[in-house]
Structure formats: structure tokens, C-alpha cells
């Protein structure tokens, strides 16, 4: 079968930095997205990647290892309004999304 | 504003009853899409089309059904519903390439008693 693994929920302080990691085993593989869901609202689109290596997006930074089946997402100096749900979907070889359940994001003070 | 519109934004529902989650873009996107979310899962796929006058079946399609007859509206109706169907609602489309990301509604609320 296709899944798509993370973490459940995660807890970081005000201005540190948070690593929010993926894995992925799909039937093929054309690029993997990851969204930011705040509470009661619609996801938000932040990253795409297809290739190796990382890409970097102001605070936002995302990351691949095709040969792993492995990405994170990494947010740095975070503040408070970056507590939310993190989503990270896969685009198969059928180029169907393959969502992951999400990573629920809290920030303390 | 360029984007999705839904709705409504949320509805109480008698079971059994039938009802139409009503989707309008205006960014002429071909690919339009019906997804529900439940706590502890991921999005699932309900049903897709992937230009007007076409649709397709998804991850969860039993109970639901669309239509597409132009570019912009692709209303989901429940023909009896029934308390399992209890979710929050999202509508997307696409553009064109792999690398074009899904703008999603900002969802309807549906609760079946």
C-alpha cells in the first residue's frame, strides 16, 4: 500500500528552530508539497520539491532524499502564529496526492 | 479576489436527508476536487474531474456524487446522508503542471445527526 508517515503532533519554544520530518513509500514518486493548516481554516500551500536537496523559502525551508523516501519541513525563528498543522502529500507516479495526516504544531512561549 | 468559494460554510443535517456542498472557482483551473478531513487522518479523495463535462471517482466516493458542467462550479450532493459522513469539507483545484499546488475552499462543516 501508499503511506505516508509523521509525527503526530510536536512542541516548540518562540524563536527556536523545528524540524518536521516525512516519510514516504508510494507507487512512484513526481514531487512532494507540504501545507499549513491553521485551526478551523483551509491549507495553505508552502513547498514543493523533486529533486534532491534542500530548498529554501524565507523562515521556511523544505528538504528531499529521493533515494530515502525522506523530507522535512524546518522553521526557523518560529513565532506563534506558525502554530498549526503541517501537511505533507506526495504526488504518485498516477499523479495522485497521497496525503500524510498531518503534524500538529505548538508553540510556547 | 481570485480563488474558491464554499458553501455553506456549515450545516446541521437530519440523516437521510440530501444535500449539495456547493464549489465556484474563478481562477479557470481544469482540475477540481472534493476531499474530507477527519481528525486523525489525512485528506481523503472523494471525487475528482479533471476538465469540464468529466469526473472521476476517489479514495472514498460511496455516498457522493458530482458534476461538472462548466469550468468554475463542481457541487457535491449527499443523496441520503448518514452520521458517517460527518466531516469538514474542502473543494481545490489545480493548475496546469506537476508542480502546481492545490488552492483548497475554505471548507464546509457538516454534521449529520
Known amino acids: 500500500g501508499q503511506n505516508i508517515d509523521q509525527p503526530t503532533e510536536m512542541t516548540a519554544t518562540e524563536g527556536a528552530i523545528v524540524q518536521i520530518n516525512c516519510t514516504y513509500q508510494?507507487?512512484?514518486?513526481?514531487?512532494l508539497f507540504w501545507y499549513q493548516q491553521h485551526a478551523g481554516e483551509a491549507p495553505t500551500f508552502l513547498s514543493y520539491?523533486?529533486l534532491d536537496g534542500l530548498e529554501e523559502k524565507g523562515r521556511f525551508s523544505s528538504f528531499l532524499s529521493l533515494s530515502k523516501g525522506y523530507s522535512y519541513l524546518l522553521l526557523k525563528e518560529l513565532q506563534m502564529k506558525d502554530s498549526a498543522s503541517y501537511l505533507c502529500?506526495?504526488?504518485?507516479?498516477?499523479?495522485?496526492?497521497?496525503w500524510g495526516a498531518g503534524t500538529k504544531l505548538i508553540i510556547k512561549p | 479576489i481570485a480563488g474558491i468559494t464554499q458553501a455553506p460554510t456549515s450545516q446541521i443535517l437530519a440523516a437521510g436527508r440530501r444535500m449539495t456542498l456547493r464549489c465556484t472557482q474563478d481562477?479557470?483551473?481544469?482540475?477540481m476536487y472534493w476531499y474530507r478531513q477527519d481528525l486523525g487522518l489525512g485528506l481523503r479523495l472523494i471525487h475528482y474531474?479533471?476538465?469540464?463535462?468529466?469526473?472521476g471517482k476517489g479514495e472514498v466516493p460511496d455516498g457522493y456524487s458530482v458534476s461538472r458542467a462548466n469550468t468554475d462550479d463542481f457541487p457535491l450532493t449527499l443523496a441520503s446522508a448518514v452520521p458517517s459522513q460527518t466531516s469538514v469539507y474542502f473543494c481545490?483545484?489545480?493548475?496546469?503542471?506537476?508542480?502546481?499546488?492545490?488552492?483548497f475552499g475554505n471548507g464546509t462543516r457538516l454534521t449529520v445527526t
Open positions: 481545490a483545484s489545480k493548475g496546469t503542471g506537476d508542480n502546481s499546488p492545490l488552492h
Open positions: 481562477m479557470r483551473h481544469n482540475a
Open positions: 474531474s479533471n476538465t469540464a463535462g468529466t469526473t
Open positions: 508510494t507507487s512512484g514518486f513526481n514531487g
Open positions: 520539491n523533486v
Open positions: 502529500a506526495v504526488l504518485n507516479s498516477n499523479y495522485q496526492l497521497i
